[in-house]
């Protein structure tokens, strides 16, 4: 007689780990499971947030991912699946916003046609309203105090019945918030390092974390490689800016990408201050470096 099959269930994968997959059922109950060498014969490889079947581990066989249930989207890195918004955490202060890294994500998410939410945490602090530079940039912009609690039941609704994946600079306070979302997780949260006044790291991999009291799924993610492998040239750019849409109708040319070329109707709306200066400035410098890699490309 052949041995008899293990039992299977469902659940998702939360993490991997080291060749290993992590999958949390609907009773909370984790398992660690490998992958079935047929996937990889087929080129694919489980991802944490897969909605999967899996056979159930004995105390002799491991278990095993069997199934990887379709995917609604899957991001390449970080490597996670079935997202339904990208959350951009910012610091008011401490540390300095990187808003050159924040218009990253926000093209990141275009061409993976994902919801943005931009939130402004330390609103307690004194400085910039940075927010006021996204205003026409098609994102639900929140502020917040993570510490005083200014703010963090609408962030609540925000999350409520979705995934949501975090992102941001180290030391924004990503960890706290998911920590006054469900204070049992008891994230590390990282302090800030005294004398560069940079962030530790606290994330070294993504995992997803299931909050039952909003019936969703936040993943906080240690990075994003941005833009470096997205399939865009440099003339996709400009069409990833929202606040560009109504200026370009006027170009005189129709490949106009809005930096050195006469009669630009959003260089207009710049002059008229209908669009960020900052970040417009920031854009020449994302151009300038597809330009750069598209010309290294053919050397």
Request: proline letters at 4%.
């Amino acid at each position: 007689m052949g041995m008899k099959e293990n039992r299977r269930a469902e659940g998702r994968i939360v993490k991997g780990v080291g060749g290993y997959y992590y999958v949390e059922t609907s009773d909370g109950s984790v398992y660690e499971c490998r992958a079935r060498g047929l996937f990889r014969k087929q080129g694919i490889k489980p991802a944490p947030g897969d909605y999967v079947e899996f056979s159930l581990p004995t105390d002799t066989i491991a278990g095993n991912v069997e199934v990887i249930k379709e995917r609604m989207n899957a991001l390449k890195r970080p490597y996670i699946a079935n997202v339904d918004q990208l959350m951009v955490v910012i610091a008011k202060k401490r540390p300095d916003p990187d808003l050159l890294l924040v218009d990253r994500l926000l093209i990141y998410a275009r061409l993976m046609e994902l919801p943005v939410i931009l939130v402004q945490n330390k609103d307690d602090l004194t400085g910039e309203d940075i927010l006021s530079q996204y205003r026409d940039a098609e994102v639900k912009c929140m502020s917040i105090s993570v510490k005083t609690g200014t703010g963090l039941c609408e962030i609540r609704e925000v999350l409520r019945g979705k995934t949501t994946c975090l992102a941001g600079q180290s030391a924004v306070g990503k960890s706290s918030l998911i920590n006054a979302m469900d204070p049992s997780l008891s994230l590390d949260t990282g302090d800030l390092a005294k004398k560069a006044d940079r962030g530790t790291h606290t994330t070294r991999h993504s995992e997803f974390m299931r909050i039952d009291s909003l019936d969703c799924w936040i993943v906080d993610t240690p990075g994003f490689s941005i833009l470096e492998n997205a399939e865009m040239s440099m003339y996709d750019l400009k069409d990833l800016y929202p606040e560009f849409t109504e200026g370009a109708k006027t170009c005189r040319f129709d490949r106009c990408v809005h930096i050195n070329e006469p009669d630009c109707g959003v260089k207009e709306m710049l002059k008229e201050g209908r669009i960020s200066p900052e970040r417009y400035e920031r854009y020449k410098l994302i151009y300038n470096e597809l330009k750069e890699r598209e010309m290294n490309r053919y050397d």
